[in-house]
């Protein structure tokens, strides 16, 4: 939990059910993560160099 962004004093007071919640969260964060780095690197490997940089832009904006 501490990974995903929680402090350490609250992580550890969480009773099972939350932290079942959470971990369920950050699990499905990671999966979005993943998803969108397969997408990005697909583009920079296949699209034109305008594209790839206003994706860029788009992604940390």
Known sequence: MIAAGHRP???WSYTPKQL?????IAE???KVDRA???N???MASRGDAKE???HL???VS
């Not at 079942?20 to 369920?24: E, H, M």
Request: aromatic share 14%; charged share 35%; glycine share 0%.
């Open 52 to 54: 790839v940089q206003k």
């Open 36 to 38: 969108e780095f397969i």
């Open 28 to 30: 499905q964060r990671r």
């Open 20 to 24: 079942t919640a959470w971990i369920f």
């Open 9 to 11: 004093e609250d992580a």
């Open 57 to 59: 832009k788009e992604l």
């Open 40 to 42: 990005s690197t697909m």
